[in-house]
């Protein structure tokens, strides 16, 4: 049995090198005699896999000097209460509605302040990116807050909204590392790592140091989530998730051998175009968002007919492709493109929806 074609939505792909060479190390990491899921996190090799981890990733997306770095456990589900706790100081935040990630995260922070929806696109069913470049954010408002990538409903951000001086605060977990960004143009970008990162069980959280100089919004905040604490103690306050950051250092290494972030948008780019020019000369399949926001990472589709989105999903499944089931918000199809999916896995796609198409014409 060889290895399926994996469209899922998250925990998603990974690259097949990087999960060969964690086999390699399972038994004996490095001449440890032992695995790294069984290493303290105080130890010597483990420091240097965490340490070279953030050394990586701040290569990798450039990270300025003034931002921390903190990896997590919880999900990004977690930052819909931490982005609040620690930064809602005027108890006031401006939240932009792109999706169900977006809609959760501000029904969280309305716990613990005041939430100002500043723009939705709740009325046409989450398929388009809304204006964002004249938003009546209020002046006290604490940060705007998006989802960049809407994993659900397959949009993404291309260009940011204009926050008017406010800080910008964005859940990246579905297109981390696909493209490169500019990380001083947000106050903190999260992102839950089980998309396009790594492993479940962690999260990155990277935030610009003044924020969080004085700790946390809310007095009774966590320990746990006071990413002060978080940061000042290098991820390592307590027993940090130690396996899956390790597979995530693997991954900037394997993103780093791929060009990096420009190497990593090109191949997006590539396997993304394969999809949409199909879909827009497909007489069977239709894409569901708007050419101009559609998301390089997450492709939904439908035919129009459920019956018939139901068999694709079955006959593709039989042929070696897997979890094309659309979410079970909004059915039809859905098609996960990550970083580790091979442009060769979206040919076989297309192919093998030209053939459905011409056989359930
Ligand atoms: C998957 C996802 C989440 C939730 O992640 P968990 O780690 O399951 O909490 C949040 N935001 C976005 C954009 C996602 O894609």
Redesign the pocket.
Known sequence: MGRVYNFS??PAVLPEEVLKEAAEEMLDYKGTGMSVMEMSHRSKAYDEIIKEAEKDLRDLMGIPDNYKVIFRQG????QFAEVPMNLMKNGKAAYIITGQ?AKKAAAEAEKYGEVVRVASSADKTFSYIPDCSDLDIPEDADYVYI?E????YGTKYKTLPNTKGHILVA????CFLSEPIDVSKYGVVY??V??NVGP?GV?IVIVREDLIADGPAFKQCPTMMDWKIQADNDSLYNTPPCYGIYICGKVFKWIKKMGGLEGMKAHNEKKAKILYDFLDSSKLFKGTVVPEDRSLMNVPFVTGNEELDKKFVAEAKAAGFENLKGHRTVGGMRASIYNAMPIEGVEKLVAFMKKFEEENA
């Open positions: 939505a998250g999900g990004a589900s977690l990630w989802c990538n809407n994993t659900i859940d990246v977990s579905s992102g839950g089980q998309k479940a999260q």
